[in-house]
């Protein structure tokens, strides 16, 4: 028989035994024990070592909020640490291990750490320390130094670098009434709304049904409490509308009764069944959601309150009851309020031995008294616990006389033999879901605690969560917070005793007293902050870290704003509490991703895709697109490659994938009007088959896109967009319409996928249409410049558009998405015999740099029309979107970075993002006038170049200025000089 | 957050888009007031409590809505097309 297990008793089931490992060595348990129950059942008393002074520290809570024992559990080659040993379930071949100790937990060479705890106080992360300068010892860096090792001696478990090989699940759901903890009042709430017909959710954070029900001692209709719950449990399970979820954490309440769950599915089994994820993650929208959430009993703080063996009082019972544990032989109590006295007599009927209840009121009331009586206990009143001995078990604790009114301790101190010693500071309701739903908590000066308002919104609260404590009322609460139903409140035995506690949370005496078990915050922490400064709550959270770490100060929260309160001379309710956050509890990340990792962004292809491929094309990513960076062969480099396209399309053909454009149906009886507005020069003169060049501005007068819009019919518009601001443009347009212009009938539709896109550069480009082109002639005549025709290539109808950004003869063709690849493929047949080649965006990017044409390398969203040389396209006869703001102070000017070219003056490459200087100064480059927007190496002029915007760039060409690139290390000489680097006057493309 | 769109029905809120404060006023397309288009521009009250604003539902029917939207508590109080130019305002 273990240790410290009872020999009969508990939930667990006795007839199975389960093998685990803690730090390597073999414990067991029984099915329903968690690795906290089934280490104690052992006699572990020592379960981690504390965040900063590496004290040992074992088990305070038996639930959720626990903040010592936190425990790494390792899963092959995966560890998860950080996790709660109260809520981890053991199973068959589980191993977990202990955190922050080396080389091991019983010897720790972190807790020399306490031996500097003068030096390691509240803020101390904070701090700068500066050293004396000695010689060429800068005292400072001594300091980095230890800050190094010090932060390393800090903290909790470790999480691992291999890839965590579970699988997660999320989960949409919705319901009409979503309970939140399964407690009595819970289970009442869930029974009378599934009795109304609602559809509802029940969660429950903890393995077992029925919260506090499965270690009380009270009576329910005539039954055990637990046995009540297990029937109600039993009876909801098969109940159609009812989902029961144990197991499940919630632990965010989001706007719109949206609720954020976490379902542990299988951490309990040692082999799931096939398909089960590991954690299941929930989204839950809910009409409404009962809050039944409980309380969380508070510690006391006084000197050595951290010592393995000290426990709360109901996590004792807690351990007694659902575990068969008795956590010590000679149990001490120490309290403020009467709920301590439960818990002793329900120690004292399990076997352990009540030595003395040490209680810092005056006067108890007759109830307790009694249960005092009854267990045999010493009973000393008007005392306070002021330290504890032992080494990582307790052994004594010493006992002085505490007057209340004052808080001041005296006499001499009292041994009193004890091997446990249980603590309860009164109970907080766990607010935190409600409080994350924006309600502002308020203090109940009886309880002493915070409680959730009244007038909530979208949730009702029942139950120990609104601050009632009775068995009977709280039922009633859950009744009513189900819905009006026929059901009667059962009847209740209770031990019916009142929790309010007397307004003690710190017993002030010698010694390292804690406030936040997890953080390793003192009371002296707290009282620092206030000497310096940190006094609202805000600032005290964030300066000594209280409340903060995987517990959220679930168990300090309160004790720490009283000696705030204490310090300030003011009431807590004065000094407030902060706002809780998500989440109630740690979330596993894996399960907030679920499915969604590596690499999750959807793959746009354009139509002749797989062709690319196939002919050696090495892409590029352009948002989602994959465009055709360059088409290299055996050997080549990038650049050589992209000089062998550029020269090859200007010498005779080449053709490029241009499907990506963006491109948008303009239609209807307004829209050429429409597009008069939002483009700068006029389009309701543009004849039918004809397509012209048009610039957009943003609202506030800055360039937004440029593009080529093509008039199909009188009514219809086909524009194009760059690649890159489609969706910018497409949203610009619907607003203006929907939001600004509703009259306009026009509308739009986006056709970028349903259109796949060929553009054929070169002189003899117009020969390699001719071959293949049936239905219409592609003669000077029939299709000039900027104009569209229609025919057929290989039965594939297309229509075409004589256009350039090459700055070549050049067409678009464009055929139906489906037909893309046939339309490519005979184009590239027909193109053979001129010698045509397939070319990529870097002999796209290269040929229009060398035509100086702009792309959002240059509209960058702070250039102006004018800055990119576009004046003339700016018209004076209409009014367009930007045309008032376009020309404000600032906006126009001499001064403004205008585009140009640079040349190379050294024969080196430029790069994109380099600065343009006057002066050089490699040591500490100052005094930019530009920058460099595009940069390549001209096949046509031999050389080096880019575009910039340069300040008063017009007024520059000719002069000699350097590029400067601290970065890649690239300095020298450039020429500014005209954008229009090939071909200025166009003869080429109008040829 | 969810937003009941009229057409859709109640959705959430990242299937919207934010498009800015709902109650500017654009001025006339032929206006040369350049103090009204920098108000229209760059002017936002940024209201603490009940907000008009337009959203788009660009991962649903594309729509622009007018919404009243309490910016402190979030709460949603009123949904209506954007292009509705009548009073319509249904309860959300």
């Given amino acids: 028989m273990s240790p410290r297990r009872a020999a009969s008793g508990g939930l667990i089931d006795r007839s199975r035994t389960i093998r685990f490992t803690f730090d390597g060595q073999e414990f067991t348990g029984h099915p329903g024990d968690t690795v906290a129950s089934a280490l104690l059942a052992n006699g572990v008393s020592l379960f981690g070592r504390s965040f900063k002074y590496h004290r040992p520290r074992g088990i305070l809570a038996a639930g959720v909020d626990e903040p010592n024992a936190l425990v790494t559990v390792l899963r092959g080659e995966a560890r998860e640490p950080n996790i709660q040993a109260t809520m981890l379930e053991i199973h068959d071949g589980l191993k977990v291990v202990s955190q922050n100790r080396f080389p091991s937990l019983g010897l720790d060479v972190g807790a020399l750490n306490q031996l500097a705890s003068k030096l390691l106080g509240a803020g101390f992360y904070y701090k700068t320390f500066m050293g004396p300068v000695i010689g060429p010892l800068k005292g400072t860096r001594f300091w980095m130094f230890c800050e190094h090792l010090i932060r390393r001696a800090a903290g909790l478990g470790k999480a691992g670098l291999a890839p965590d090989p579970s699988r997660y699940e999320r989960m949409n759901a919705f319901c009409d009434v979503l309970v939140v903890g399964s407690g009595p009042a819970g289970l009442m709430a869930a029974k009378a709304a599934a009795e109304n017909g609602a559809r509802v959710i029940l969660a429950e954070q903890s393995a077992r049904l029925g919260g506090s029900a499965n270690w009380s001692e009270d009576t329910i209709d005539a039954m055990p409490a637990r046995d009540w719950a297990a029937g109600v449990v039993a009876d909801l399970t098969t109940t159609s509308n009812v989902t029961m979820l144990p197991r499940t954490s919630v632990w965010g309440y989001y706007d719109g009764n949206t609720i954020a769950a976490l379902e542990r599915v299988t951490d309990h089994k040692t082999s799931p069944r096939i398909g089960e994820p590991r954690q299941r993650h929930w989204t839950i929208r809910a009409g409404k959601v009962v809050l039944a959430t409980g309380a969380f009993e508070r510690p006391l703080v006084f000197p050595g309150n951290d010592r393995p063996c000290v426990m709360l009082a109901s996590a004792a019972e807690r351990f007694a009851v659902e575990y068969g544990i008795l956590p010590g032989e000679k149990v001490a109590i120490f309290t403020n309020n009467d709920s301590a006295y439960r818990s002793a007599m329900t120690m004292q009927e399990a076997g352990c031995r009540i030595v003395a209840i040490v209680d810092v009121r005056t006067d108890i009331s007759p109830a307790a008294r009694a249960i005092a009586v009854r267990t045999g206990a010493e009973i000393l009143t008007s005392r306070a616990v002021t330290s504890t001995e032992g080494g990582k078990k307790l052994h004594c604790i010493k006992v002085q006389d505490y007057d209340i009114r004052s808080g001041a301790v005296s006499g001499d101190a009292r041994s009193i033999d004890a091997d446990c010693l249980l603590v309860s500071g009164g109970w907080s309701p766990v607010i935190n879901l409600a409080s994350q739903a924006g309600a502002r908590a308020e203090w109940s000066e009886r309880v002493q605690a915070f409680l959730p308002p009244k007038d909530a919104d979208g949730w009702v609260g029942a139950g120990a969560f609104n601050g009632t404590f009775s068995l009977e009322a709280a039922l009633a609460e859950g009744l009513a917070a189900g819905g009006a139903s026929a059901i009667d409140v059962p009847a209740v035995v209770d031990a019916a005793l009142d929790i309010a506690p007397a307004p003690v949370f710190e017993i002030e005496a010698k010694g390292k007293a804690f406030v936040d078990f997890q953080h390793d915050v003192t009371a002296d922490d707290v009282r620092l902050a206030h000497r310096e400064g940190f006094q609202s709550v805000e600032h005290l959270k964030r300066y000594t870290t209280l409340g903060m770490a995987t517990d959220q100060g679930k168990t300090s929260n309160v004790a720490g704003l009283a000696i705030m309160a204490n310090a300030l001379g003011k009431q807590i309710p004065e000094v407030g509490t902060t706002r809780f956050r998500p989440p109630f509890a740690p979330v596993t990340i894996g399960a907030l991703a679920a499915e969604r990792f590596g690499e999750i962004r959807p793959e746009r292809l354009t139509p002749m895709h797989d062709w690319h491929v196939a002919h050696g094309a090495t892409f590029y990513s352009a948002g989602l697109w994959h465009r055709p960076m360059i088409y290299g062969l055996p050997g080549e480099t990038v650049e050589q490659a992209y000089v062998r396209e550029v020269k090859t399309t200007r010498e005779a053909a080449g053709i490029a994938d241009v499907s990506t454009l963006g491109k948008i149906m303009v239609q209807g009886p307004d829209a050429a009007y429409f597009l008069d507005r939002v483009y700068t020069n006029t389009f309701s003169t543009l004849p039918v088959g004809k397509a012209r060049y048009g610039l957009m501005l943003r609202e506030d007068g800055l360039v937004l896109d440029d593009g080529t819009t093509w008039r199909l019919g009188r009514h219809d518009f086909l524009m194009t967009t760059t690649t890159a601001n489609a969706g910018k443009v497409m949203q610009h347009l619907e607003f203006l319409l929907d939001v600004i212009w509703p009259e306009l009938k026009v509308t739009l539709t986006s056709v970028t996928d349903q259109w796949a896109g060929a553009s054929i550069a070169g002189p003899r480009s117009r020969e390699v249409l001719a071959a293949c082109v049936s239905g219409t002639a592609v003669d000077n005549e029939t299709l000039p410049f900027m104009g569209i025709v229609y025919g057929e290539v290989d039965g594939a109808p297309v229509m075409i558009c004589r256009l350039s950004f090459s700055g070549e003869l050049a067409y678009e063709v464009y055929s139906g998405a489906g037909h893309g690849t046939h339309l490519w493929q005979a184009l590239i047949e027909a193109g053979k015999p001129f010698g045509m080649v397939a070319y990529g965006l870097e002999a796209l990017g290269t040929m229009r740099i060398e035509k100086g044409h702009v792309t959002g390398a240059e509209i960058d969203g702070r250039v102006t029309a004018r800055d990119l040389h576009l004046d003339w396209m700016l018209s004076k006869k209409k009014p367009f979107v930007g045309s008032m703001m376009m020309d404000r102070e600032g906006l126009v000017g001499p001064d403004r970075l205008q585009l140009v070219g640079i040349m190379s003056l050294d024969n080196l490459p430029l790069n994109g993002g380099a600065h343009i200087v006057e002066e050089l100064d490699r040591e500490n480059p100052h005094d930019s006038i530009g920058h460099m927007t595009a940069a390549c190496y001209s096949p046509m002029l031999g050389r080096h170049i880019g575009l910039a915007l340069v300040k008063a760039g017009k007024s520059r060409h000719g002069q000699r200025v350097f590029t400067s690139d601290p970065l890649r290390k690239r300095f020298g000489p450039v020429e500014i000089v005209s954008h229009h680097f090939y071909d200025p006057e166009g003869k080429r493309m109008h040829g | ?92």
């Avoid at chain 2, 920098?38 to 409590?49: K, L, M, P």
């Fill in chain 2, 1 to 92: 957050m969810i937003i009941k769109c009229p057409w859709c029905g109640p959705r959430d809120s990242s299937e919207f888009v934010y498009q800015g404060e709902g109650g500017r006023t654009r001025p006339d397309q032929s206006s040369t007031d350049q103090s009204a288009w920098n108000a229209y521009v760059y002017d936002r009250v940024n209201t603490a409590g009940d907000h008009d604003e337009i959203w788009q539902h660009s991962g649903g029917c594309r729509s622009h809505l007018k919404i009243i939207r309490n910016t402190v508590t979030h709460k949603v109080l009123s949904v209506v097309f954007a292009c509705d130019t009548q009073d319509q305002e249904k309860p959300a």
